[in-house]
């Protein structure tokens, strides 16, 4: 007899642990999916709660998936759009023996932060990393499908190339990794499908084109397309008259 007891007692223990989050997961699908304006208004009461930030008016459409919810920030009048995913928070690195960080001097908060501005718009379909780091600026405009990694495997090792032993994939071990935050300036423009990657900085007014990967550092008001991503143009006509200081009173 006690022998029965002792695993329907452990079995109970394990329910008692793990039955708040579980509880948390299930409200949380629930909010998630729900439709309409009534939808709108749970999810933006729920995330305020949940999220390290949400700001006045923000939308969160139905299908958004958070992890690392205390580390994401939203600001005001942004609208994070369909079946998005974003993720953040710190991840232990230790065990890999592969990693090679890439420093971006741009990029002001900690690794492991995701941080949205306000007025931005995170199409249908995008997936933000924010592992390593990921900073929006205000009015920025992600188009479905976009992708933005602060972390990502490498194919290969990263000190050692001739190493057989490097497995592309999360379930494996040995692993290469490659992190480095991911900054937006304000007013970036990433169109569809494109890619973005660890350490790269969009610096203000700048767009990357339709499929395009942008890696690195794209200056101010620039156009960049392709795989890699090159300049093409500049994104505004800069005139004199508006490169000229402004007369002293």
Not at 42 to 61: D, P, W
Not at 95 to 104: A, K, Y
Not at 187 to 209: C, M
Not at 226 to 249: H, L, S, Y
Request: glycine letters at 10%.
């Amino acid at each position: 007899m006690p022998r029965n007891i002792h695993p329907v007692l452990r079995a109970i223990a394990r329910a008692v642990l793990f039955l708040p989050r579980e509880l948390r997961e299930i409200i949380e699908a629930v909010v998630r999916h729900w439709p309409g304006k009534l939808g709108f208004t749970m999810r933006r009461l729920y995330y305020r709660i949940r999220l390290k930030h949400v700001g006045r008016n923000v939308l969160i459409s139905p299908g958004v998936r958070f992890f690392g919810h205390r580390y994401i920030s939203i600001g005001d009048d942004t609208h994070v759009d369909l079946d998005c995913i974003l993720v953040a928070g710190h991840t232990s690195l230790e065990h890999l023996d592969e990693v090679r960080r890439v420093e971006n001097p741009y990029f002001t908060l900690s690794e492991g932060e995701l941080s949205i501005g306000k007025g931005v718009h995170i199409a249908p379909g995008c997936l933000i990393n924010g592992i390593g780091g990921v900073q929006i600026g205000d009015y920025c405009g992600c188009t479905a499908g976009t992708r933005i990694f602060s972390i990502t495997n490498h194919y290969a090792g990263v000190r050692d190339r001739s190493r057989r032993d490097i497995l592309f994939t999360n379930q494996a071990m040995p692993r290469s990794i490659i992190i480095g935050p991911v900054v937006l300036e304000r007013n970036v423009g990433i169109a569809l499908n494109s890619v973005v990657l660890p350490g790269t900085a969009l610096r203000e007014d700048s767009f990357v084109g339709i499929g395009s990967v942008a890696r690195g550092v794209i200056p101010p008001n620039t156009i960049v397309a392709g795989n890699p991503a090159v300049r093409i143009k500049d994104r505004f006509t800069v005139t004199e008259d508006k490169q000229k200081p402004c007369a002293e009173n």
